[in-house]
């Protein structure tokens, strides 16, 4: 018999997952950042600080109803529900080595500078360490009031919970860049709010969602201290951020700050491209709602595209203005960072035109990563010779697409299964699923249908691809499952009536979205006629 190399015995192999108590938790942030002199949750002004600490507040019932277990095995956790796990996911008990505290920051909302905000109802109970030696920073969203809080209770409610916990989970599976979600958490205590800001509020069920995440740092962390000029504090934040997530920006005391700022505005960049390809709207996308990882995070008020329009908003705060409609996404990207470089100019004064011309970077970045893009969708890659030809292409779709109401997601799985030498008939039967009015189609609006698909036909053999290579490209990029607007608002509806497996079922479609499941058509079901202007269908608050 060989030897077993040193330490391993031949009965060893994976260590169990572990307990909530038994996680390796540190407190780097708190442990190396200035912090709030005061340690109680009274509504204040805090300054000097880029936290403050604070416990959640105990909740009478808490209720694990989702824990998902592919978040649990980032963290080690076992991912079997039990009262203890219940207890800690929903603020009853804080673990021995969490370090609980509250992020202070500002922001810039609907464009005019808010001033301070913070975390008001959102409370990080620690940082852990996986076995793999990488850190997630857990959070849990509802789980009472801060110093940041404001007028608010610090409370959330079961609506805006699960559309946090069922999108960020969705979002991961659909390849776009965001935080996670591990737990959804009833609380047994009814939290006041008016859905529509109409004067309508009513009781709503409590809820805690664990968010989980390598970092919530945003945009606004940076900002409130360049604002109040406390460049000391903004100099140690902006150090504590390179040395964990950006060392290639960090030699000795040296800070590449136009380096550092380049690699958030590709990374953006490409989450927005990623944003405009599966149809997300983020709804409410202040500077304090932005990642400095580049991650989608704190959903709220967002919306999914069903049919296709770039005007489109589900924030109904936003409904005048529509600052933060689907086609202007880029744009207000592009803005925000642009508030991100002015927090950061004041440590690197001798490198403004670096970080000017960083900044110009990014619309050429986004143009050319949502070209690429949109191309895929269609099955192409995009070729020099081709560069004109694509253009007319894509923008003769986007004119199609706004001139008949169509579903974007069907349309793009539809359009793959088309074959290329099909006749118009043909063609139409198969895309007239994506359309909401098909008989109601016109003769001239068909003609421009059939014209752009000669056109795309002819384009497609420079590919070199047949009809079943296309589709299983088409297919790879464009996903036939996303959490469609009314179909949360039904899991959500289920669950306060005590259905504990509407929200799961959902998750699980949710898991693959690119991959037909048999069985599930219901859940990529284009928007019925009901949903149509259902609030929580079609538009939405902040309200939570």
């Known amino acids: 018999m060989s030897a077993q190399p040193d330490g391993i015995s031949p009965a060893s192999g994976p260590e169990p997952a572990r307990t909530i108590t038994d ?5 780097r942030l708190v442990r190396e950042l200035p912090g709030d002199r005061s340690d109680d949750s009274r509504i204040r002004q805090v300054f000097k600080a880029c936290y403050s600490r604070v416990a959640p507040t105990a909740v009478p019932e808490p209720e694990l109803v989702v824990l998902v277990p592919e978040v649990a095995e980032l963290l ?10 219940a207890e800690v996911l ?23 500078w808010a001033g301070q905000l913070g975390d008001g109802r959102a409370i990080t109970l620690a940082e852990v360490e996986n076995r793999a030696h990488e850190t997630w920073e857990i959070q849990l969203k509802g789980a009472g009031p801060t110093p940041y809080s404001r007028r608010a209770d610090g409370r959330a409610v079961l609506r805006s919970s699960l559309r946090e916990l069922v999108c960020s989970e969705a979002m991961h599976h659909l390849g776009v860049p965001t935080t996670r979600a591990l737990s959804l958490v009833l609380t047994g205590q009814p939290v006041q709010r008016d859905l529509l800001y109409d004067g309508n509020a009513r009781l709503e069920p409590g809820a805690v969602v664990c968010r989980v995440a390598p970092t919530f740092l945003r945009f606004g962390n940076y900002e409130i201290h360049a604002a109040r000029d406390d460049h000391d504090t903004l100099r140690k934040l902006v150090r504590f951020t390179l040395e964990r997530y950006y060392p290639q920006y960090l030699d000795g005391e040296r800070m590449d700050i136009a380096g550092f700022l380049e690699e958030v505005v590709r990374r953006t960049a490409f989450m927005i491209s990623e944003w405009m390809r599966v149809g ?35 924030n109904i705060t936003d409904a005048s203005g529509r600052r933060y409609r689907f086609g202007n996404q880029p744009q207000v ?14 440590l690197a004064p001798d490198h403004l035109d670096d970080i000017r011309r960083t900044l110009d970077i990014y619309p050429g970045e986004l143009g050319s ?6 191309l895929r969708k269609i099955g192409l890659c995009g070729r020099g010779d081709t560069l004109a030809a694509d253009d007319e292409l894509l923008s003769s779709l986007g004119a199609l697409l706004v001139e008949v109401e169509t579903d974007m997601t069907l349309f793009f799985r539809q359009l793959a299964q088309v074959p290329l030498r099909a006749s118009p008939d043909e063609a139409f039967a198969i895309l007239r699923e994506a359309y909401y009015e098909p008989d109601a189609i016109t003769a001239i609006q068909r003609a421009m249908l059939d014209d752009w698909r000669r056109a795309y036909a002819a384009r497609v053999p420079v590919e070199a691809l047949d009809d079943r290579e296309r589709r299983a490209c088409m297919d790879a990029i464009n996903p036939l499952y996303v959490p469609r607007n009314y179909l949360v608002q039904e899991v959500i509806e289920a669950t306060e009536q005590g259905d504990r497996t509407a929200v799961l079922e959902l998750l699980d479609v949710l ?4 991959s037909e499941q048999p069985g599930r058509a219901k859940y990529a079901a284009k ?4 949903a149509r202007h259902k609030p929580g269908c079609s538009m939405l608050s902040c309200s939570s």
């Open 23 to 27: 996680l390796r938790f540190t407190d």
């Open 76 to 85: 080690d956790l076992d991912p079997t529900p039990t009262p203890e796990l």
């Open 90 to 112: 929903g603020g009853n008990r804080v673990v021995p080595g969490m370090a609980p505290y509250a992020a202070c920051y500002g922001g810039h909302q609907f464009g005019t």
């Open 280 to 314: 997300f709207v983020h709804g409410v996308m202040n500077t304090d709602n932005m990642s400095i990882l580049g991650l989608t995070i704190d959903y709220g008020p967002y919306g999914w595209l069903e049919p296709f329009d770039l005007d489109w908003t589900p």
């Open 333 to 346: 990207g592009h803005w925000n960072l642009a508030q991100l470089a002015r927090a950061l100019a004041p």
């Open 369 to 374: 990563l949502y070209r690429h893009t949109m």
């Open 511 to 514: 898991r693959r979205p690119y």
């Open 527 to 530: 928007r019925p006629e009901w």
